[in-house]
């Protein structure tokens, strides 16, 4: 609960500097150093992959596209922190973001192994991304 105020407070004072709104008083904004951060334990994997859509970013195709691949893949049970992002950045040209933890190789693995993952990716994947970049890492500690 304290981190979606947190949350919600900082996203209120960034609209509040974008459109230069002065109600909302940014000095009572937690600084996000603050906020908790999950940190991976010896033998967890985070799967990454940042890839780009046959569509424009704002368009309907890519929303659906984003919601479906989190509903169906969270959905897996050895999934764990699931999440989508939209990269803002020019530093490089992938426009979206999927990562997920595992606990150890063998749940990776399975999800990779995965019917409703396998399906996905067939379905989904290969005919709906234009490129994309995999990279899986593990925690030393």
Partial sequence: ????????????????????????????????????????????????????????????????????GKRILSALPMVQSFEVLHHVSAKNNYRFYFTMVFENQEAYNAYNNHPDHVKFVKERWESEVTDFLEADFVALE
Avoid: R, Y
């Fill in 1 to 68: 609960m304290k981190k979606s105020i947190i949350t919600a407070s900082f996203v209120l004072s960034i609209f509040a500097a974008c459109t230069g709104n002065k109600e909302h008083n940014a000095d009572k904004v937690t600084p996000v150093k603050e906020q908790q951060v999950s940190t991976l334990t010896k033998g967890n994997i985070q799967h990454t992959v940042q890839f780009n859509l046959k569509w424009d970013a704002e368009s309907p195709e890519t929303e659906k596209f984003l919601q479906d």
